[in-house]
């Protein structure tokens, strides 16, 4: 318990009237994280469940893991494969090159959002608030790993105190910042965002890795089906996700793993998780029968982010609907827009951010209608 | 047959330290204390001085905005003491016991021959009318208040609160008394638990009776009014805690007024949880004598976990109380890396702690830490899983907290107390002092209302 006495004796330099006050919000943020806060309630009830919302953050990136670590894997794999060196790389090389590549953009988002949040919460004499924990891993996983870090900080900030502290911090944003961060590349580079050029990374790192040649190009599956092509991938790649695409979300396996975790912990609602899906292939099947696309459901779900999406990025407690009759129609919603916007607007192969994007601005008017319906059912009682 | 009302909602809490049905009688506490902050909504006005001789039943104060309600002292003596607080708001009134106690005598009347208003009189002349509480507002009800129906709700859920067929053994006349006199001033319904064999409850006349099996907070008579009979705006129901009930009851049985209850007193604080024989008024200090663990980092609760006030050995059994109970404190405890570490022995609904894999009947040994910070609200559904009621809490509460009377109005605040909120506080990720919003809404509401 030295490290306990430790934080106790240089604690008063951190209140009000010690010298470091300004630090107050991240000393309490690491002690909070180095142990349960100890204080107890002085009103209501005198017994609470032992979750908070660090623990919920913490499984929530859990769950991010097995994507995170496939998506490292293979920005390795592409890597190699268009260098046409995959035979002859082994899997520690592949995957350390794609570490490599990816790991600067973690600590990118996580330095810049953490810090505008440390900063933020400082100003307001607030705790730190753990939201960005999560948002912080997902904004790396939804860029394609070509993007410049640069871009890359100015969207981290852009999302943090545009889609969330103006409104006044996690828990009253109305958009999920990694949505934010991604519309805001998205219109502002999207030279960098979209086309042919940015899926696979082009320089060796460390010795790792191939550089490749100039203006090399590599489409992924789902614009190839923009562009009336047949997707060059099987349905094992797609799958198993050794497809060109945005980091983190081209496994279908890896995704899976992390929507048990959320599942199962029950901090992802499965109502929104299964309507989305249940929306999307609604949307396909409705489409292919009217022979406006190529691919067959499954594809379309198991292509793009729409997986991703739907696992990590729906469910968002707070951006998504938050009554339990809006969760379904609100995934629905999601998981239908998707598809309209990958089949009927020729300019965007995938629709899965825009989708969200939509969700995240009907979620209060869809919640709204189905309160309404109580208060209406209370109203009519009187009568 | 009764009328059998499924609830699924809910968390029955399995902790420590749950009363044996043994019951203990201690003496007449040397002083006692009528405090009347457990009068909720009372403004107390004094009738009496210190150094007045007063009997079991003199008024000791009154309701300042309702005089015509009294509050009858549980003891005969001598008023030793007024303690006041801030803005000399009364705390409480204290009343050395006479070593033969005297009685004012109200007369013994047959309940079954009065009509409503002579029965109120009755209730009023004897200081008991207080007993009575309302909805809206979870408060103590006043006599110009016409009720749409009485509801007693016989059986308690939270967790370590006392089983009332264990209070009720002994005064089972009193309470079947008690149930015919309210009956007179409105229409009585009696919510008892599926689990409850007790005959004076399941064959109680003059009543409907209304079973409910479910999960905690089912015994909260505003859950059950909620799925009988939904309060509008401008209705008013009274509330009556069982153990009032009996105080009615002996009231015309007797002709006194005797406020003799037994309560139970828990918690993994607590050698030898069990049963005491005590009286409204009567300290802490001398019921816990000797019956408490350790003397230090321990949270003594007027009434359970969930929903009583934080205490100590200087308070006194309360006109509600039905157990008092005492857990650690935690504040000496350090747990490292809460976030990710398993902590096997927390509780916890949430599946990303362990406590699933124990079952239901472990029982845990939960202190008071809050265990995390305060946030905004972030996930959604926490509060309606566990409340079995007609309502959307998480709307409700950010229309109390953004003052928005017509939202409160139209999503049902009338319908709601503080208590049908306590699991909902309990399971919060965000630690949101629920029970404090919802009574400072219910008292900003009444405020404009009046």
């Known amino acids: ?383 | 047959m009764v009328n059998v009302i499924k609830l699924r909602k809910g968390l029955n809490l399995n902790l420590k330290g749950k009363a044996t049905k043994e019951k203990i009688s201690t003496e007449l506490p040397a002083e006692v204390a009528l405090v009347p902050a457990a009068f909720e909504g009372v403004v107390p006005k004094l009738v009496v001085k210190e150094g007045e001789q007063v009997q079991a039943g003199s008024a000791l104060f009154v309701n300042k905005n309702f005089p015509e309600v009294k509050f009858a002292s549980p003891v005969s003596g001598k008023v030793t003491a007024i303690i006041r607080g801030d803005r000399r708001k009364v705390l409480c009134i204290k009343v050395q016991t006479d070593s033969e106690q005297g009685y004012i005598d109200f007369g013994k009347k047959d309940v079954s021959s009065l009509s409503g208003e002579k029965v109120k009189e009755a209730l009023l002349e004897a200081g008991l009318f207080g007993y009575v509480n309302q909805l809206p507002y979870a408060i103590s009800t006043n006599p110009t208040t016409e009720p749409k129906a009485i509801f007693v709700s016989a059986f308690r859920d939270m967790p370590l609160a006392a089983d009332f067929e264990t209070e009720l053994e002994g005064n089972e006349e009193a309470f079947q008394t008690g149930l015919t006199a309210l009956s007179t001033m409105g229409k009585v319904y009696l919510s008892v638990s599926v689990e409850q064999k007790s005959t004076a409850l399941l064959n109680a006349k003059d009543v409907e009776i209304n079973a409910f099996d479910g999960p905690c907070p089912a015994g909260n008579v505003g859950v059950q009014i909620n799925h009988i009979l939904p309060i509008n705006k401008g209705e008013v129901v009274w509330t009556v805690d069982p153990a009032s009930v009996i105080f009615f009851g002996r009231l015309f049985l007797t002709g006194k007024v005797d406020l003799q209850k037994r309560i139970a007193i828990g918690g993994s604080e607590v050698i030898h949880p069990c049963y005491v024989e005590t009286i409204v008024g009567a300290p802490f200090s001398t019921i816990l004598q000797g019956r408490l663990l350790h003397s230090e980092h321990i949270r003594i609760i007027n009434g359970n976990p969930l929903t009583g006030n934080v205490s100590s050995l200087e308070d006194y059994v309360g006109a509600h109380t039905s157990e008092i109970t005492c857990i650690p404190e935690g504040d000496n405890v350090n747990e490292i890396l809460g976030w990710i570490s398993p902590r096997l022995n927390n509780f916890s609904v949430s599946r990303s702690y362990f406590s699933w894999l124990f079952g239901k009947n472990k029982e845990y040994d939960l202190d008071a830490r809050v265990k995390g910070g305060k946030r905004h609200m972030i996930m959604s559904g926490e509060y309606d899983s566990v409340l079995p009621m007609d309502v959307y809490a998480e709307y409700l509460i950010k229309s109390i907290i953004a003052g928005n009377i017509d939202r409160q109005e139209q999503l049902g605040i009338y319908e709601v107390s503080p208590e049908d909120f306590a699991l909902a506080e309990f399971v919060d990720s965000s630690k949101m002092p629920l029970q404090k919003i919802v009574r400072e809404g219910l008292n900003t509401l009444r405020k404009e209302n009046a």
């Open chain 1, 1 to 383: 318990m030295s490290l306990r006495k430790y934080l106790d004796k240089i604690k008063p330099n951190f209140q009000k009237g010690g010298k470091l006050h300004v630090f107050e919000s991240v000393f309490d943020g690491l002690e909070t994280f180095l142990y349960v806060p100890n204080t107890t309630s002085k009103s209501g009830s005198s017994i609470h469940d032992a979750i908070d919302s660090k623990r919920i953050m913490s499984m929530v990136v859990i769950a991010l893991l097995p994507a995170m670590f496939f998506g490292m894997y293979n920005v390795g794999y592409q890597n190699y494969l268009a260098a046409g060196t995959l035979a002859s790389a082994s899997f520690l090389e592949v995957f350390c090159y794609g570490f490599l590549a990816v790991l600067p953009k973690i600590l990118v988002s996580y330095i810049v959002g953490l810090g505008i949040e440390f900063a933020w919460a400082q100003w307001k004499h607030e705790e730190i608030q753990e939201g960005y924990l999560v948002s912080g891993i997902i904004i790396p996983l939804i860029i394609p790993v070509t993007t410049p870090l640069w871009m890359l900080a100015l969207a981290c900030a852009f999302a943090v105190i545009f889609c969330k502290e103006i409104f006044g911090g996690t828990g009253m944003n109305i958009f999920n910042v990694a949505v934010g961060a991604r519309m805001f590349l998205f219109f502002s580079y999207s030279s960098k965002m979209t086309g042919d050029m940015v899926w696979v990374a082009q320089n060796s790192l460390l010795g790792l890795g191939n550089n490749l040649a100039d203006g090399f190009t590599m489409a992924t599956p789902l614009s190839q089906i923009g562009q009336g092509l047949a997707p060059n991938a099987g349905i094992s790649d797609m799958v198993i996700g050794l497809i060109p695409g945005s980091i983190g979300e081209t496994s279908v396996i890896a995704i899976a793993i992390g929507a048990i975790i959320l599942l199962w912990t029950g901090i992802a609602s499965w109502k929104t998780m299964g309507s989305v899906f249940a929306g999307g292939i609604a949307l396909a099947l409705v489409f292919k029968a009217m022979g406006m696309t190529s691919i067959s459901w499954y594809e379309h779900l198991f292509l793009g982010g729409f997986c991703f999406g739907a696992v990590f990025m729906a469910t968002d407690p707070v951006t998504s609907a938050r009554t339990e009759t809006g969760k379904y129609i609100y995934g629905f919603l999601i998981g239908a827009m998707a598809i309209i916007v990958r089949v009927m607007n020729p300019g965007y192969p995938e629709g899965m951010m825009l989708a969200i994007f939509f969700g995240n601005m009907f979620a209060p008017l869809i919640d709204y209608y189905v309160v309404d319906r109580n208060i209406t059912r209370r109203a009519n009682r009187i009568k």
